[in-house]
């Protein structure tokens, strides 16, 4: 039974679901010692949720999520953490670990290719169909072409890139919303991020797309709630930050916490919680942002009537205290009820809306000389109707050379258009003396599209005498980029693999 399966990279954890395509049903992915599970409060009562830590050790093997912490590496420096939030803004961050020099990149390629292994080993990789990246709105071509890379490198073509913003959306059910303005309401354990949205219509990859027109971002989330928990607890015991967010958890649940933990009693109540916050500032400090956001909106004609919905996700919303302050503040315009996990489930949605494969328009042909020189011939090389992404070739076809010594082959690469219906018509008269009603058509139209940067494949050695000297295979990627594999048969080597040439329609 083949499966769809949503990456949620956020900043502390990932979340990982899959969709069973033939029973439509969803679950979470648990991957076994690299996960770690959290007791999530939602209406529907608790639930536990596999989650795997954004984090990758390099020591004398390489640890991923939960290992880091069952092996005791969360402290080591060659540990990487917040990788996302570094991909964010550009800086790669590279740091010397043993005798190699190690990237934030690299370190969130290494996570994921870990992941992704380890989701083929669990369901099998035949069948898994196709994996979506979900990447948040105000980075997303960054985060894209990181992705991009990052699938080019280990070969991976089914996939496809959705922002957050599009993936709560969906998962709220409000796809009668597109062209509406939202606000999309991210609260993490790290951070807190307000966008003033609207999700608009693609004729491109992603079909869905979100439109920023303002954002707010702070420092501030469900960690700053662990911390009041540490600091409670100071005086009568050192209590770890994951001990302090197991019992803000137990909180979420239950209005009161009651624990002996190394033989000292704990006692905490969710009541007395709030007023620590409170003293603190942290609910104050929430309200301003709040109306900041609506103060920036307004200098784009947005006002707070018209927002109808505030799409709410994050793992720290379910966190009773925050999401009490945003239910005052927006009232029924909040959803949240699927807060927990509407990122990652929104994504499977936006896959079946989308559709998996989507089809080249046009026929494109390869042009090339005649056997005697004295003209051109076009190969097609792709049909118009190729459903795409494609793996194992659409085409493969064997070039000689053209005259001894040759030391490059030039592809020409031509869109071929079919004429629509001409108004010039004629009336005739057929063998059997009918009468007919005849269209003159103009001869196939042939588009030279990669004129300005033709793909140049080096020959060296130069060719020798009507030799069979290159296997030229061509796919398409997720984004219609025709993909070109060149083998060199004199020297057994493959000179280009899946290389990126033009944009087809």
Known sequence: MAKTISIFFNNVNLQIYCQDEDSGKIESVDLGDISTN??????????T??????????????????????????????????MKQYISKGQHLPRIIGDQEISTFQAAADLLINIIDRIHDLYGKDQVAMIVFIVEPLNFQLFASTIEEFCL????????????????????????????????????????????????ESNREPRLQSVIICSLHK?????????????????????????????????????????KVDGIELSLSRRDLYQILEQKGYGDELRVLLRDLFDL??????????????????LGLPTPYYHDIMKDFFGPKLLSHKAHNAIPVGALHYLRKEGRQSTIKADYALRSRTAKGDGYRYD????????????????????NGFFVGQLEVELDIFRMDQPESSSDREIVIDDTGRIMMEENLAEEQQ???????????????????????????????????????????????????????????
């Open 153 to 200: 490198r280990i070969g991976l073509i089914n996939y496809k890139i959705v922002d957050e913003a599009v993936c709560a959306l969906l998962a709220y059910d409000l796809a009668n919303q597109i062209d509406q303005h939202l606000v999309y309401l991210i609260f993490g354990y790290t951070t807190i991020d307000f966008y003033l949205i609207k999700i608009v």
């Open 219 to 259: 420092n501030y989330g469900g960690i700053d709630v662990d911390k009041a928990i540490h600091d409670y607890f100071a005086d009568k015991l050192h209590l770890g930050m994951k001990k302090a967010r197991e019992i803000r958890g137990k909180l979420n649940v239950k209005p009161h916490y009651h624990e």
């Open 49 to 82: 949720l596999p989650l795997v830590p954004a984090m990758v050790c390099y020591e004398d093997r390489i640890y991923y999520g939960q290992e880091v912490f069952t092996h005791k590496k969360a402290s080591s420096p060659a540990t990487f953490r917040f």
């Open 297 to 314: 909106a307004s200098g784009f004609g947005v006002t707070y009537d018209n927002i109808e919905y505030v799409l709410g996700c994050g």
């Open 447 to 505: 588009s030279f599209i990669n004129e300005a940067r033709p793909e140049i494949i080096p020959l060296d050695p130069p060719v020798l005498d009507n030799e069979q000297r290159l296997e030229i295979v061509f796919d398409i990627s997720l984004n219609r980029d025709l993909l070109i594999t060149v083998k060199d048969l004199r020297r057994n080597q493959t000179i280009w693999k899946r290389r990126k040439s033009v944009r087809l329609e």
């Open 38 to 47: 959290v007791e999530i409060k939602t209406p529907q009562g608790t639930e």
């Open 380 to 399: 097609i090389i792709v049909p118009k109707g190729t459903p795409y992404p494609t793996q194992n070739g659409i085409t493969s076809i064997i070039a």
